[in-house]
């Protein structure tokens, strides 16, 4: 028997996984939005199974995944806390919402796991971190729902106090990756190169880098000194990165992020 899926909220998050997932035939997608425009393309894309309500959507699934905005989830998880049962298992990817939160709201009604994912999901290249701490989680649900995020990408299993550093590293990380590949397109554009391929450069420089840094297995200073001749031209661009202290910017960026995270969770 398939199991049933159902995504409360299938935006940006929720839609990425609906399409990671939709060449899965073990599954049944289930989704629920107030916005139809979303849910109808899934619908013809990929199958899902639209639902009319949160509390519909929890009784006809067994792994119901919460992915509104961080502020609607107490709602939501108070209005499907009677359609839950032991059987089930609410799986929630909103950012900084604690478990211990998502139990009380839902009434205790089932299993609850945290998870943090991060947008390249959509493409099976996520990385996500996975909290399996709730002592009511069979190792059959834990199994299948380690099963589900490993399908989208590459997953760690941490501990809740690991939450922040991680959201605020991986989870908001793409956007990070894309700010930086932004500011190298223009600096492309700046220096007399067309737009369109100053873009394909870069794309394929961000993704040959990352390649290489996977294949060469040494230290990532390693790799950037193969780039750095003495008196060279990449030693004069890294020292304009340094007199602005770039990296110092990168360190308060992530742990911004941080404080927002544990800001949500009500810390
Ligand atoms: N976008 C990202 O990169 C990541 C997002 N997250 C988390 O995922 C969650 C969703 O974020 P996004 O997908 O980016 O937001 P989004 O705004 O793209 O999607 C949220 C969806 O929830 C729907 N919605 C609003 N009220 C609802 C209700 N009562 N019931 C069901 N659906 C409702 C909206 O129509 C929308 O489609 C957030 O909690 C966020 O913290 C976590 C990691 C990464
Ligand atoms: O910006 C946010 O709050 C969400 C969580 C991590 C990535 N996007």
Redesign the pocket.
Known sequence: MKARLGL?????????MVQGLAHRQDLELHG????KS?LERLGRECGLKQQPG?AELARDCDYVV?????G??P??AA?ISSSLDRSKCLI??????KTGDLAFWSNKACPVVRV????PALVGRGVFALCLEDDTLSPEQAGFIQGLFQDLGQVHVLPEKSFDAF?ALI??G??YVYYFMESMVDAGVYMGLGRAQATEMVLELFAGSAHMAHKEKCHITQLKEMVTSPGGTTTAGLGALEKRAVKAAVLKAVQEAARRSRE?GGK
């Open positions: 409360i909220g299938t935006g940006n998050m929720g839609g990425a629920y939005d107030p916005d979303c949160p919460l992915a509104v905005k961080p609607l989830a709602a939501v209005e929630s990817v909103a950012a900084g919402v943090m994912p991060n947008t959201t989870g908001s793409p956007a949500l």
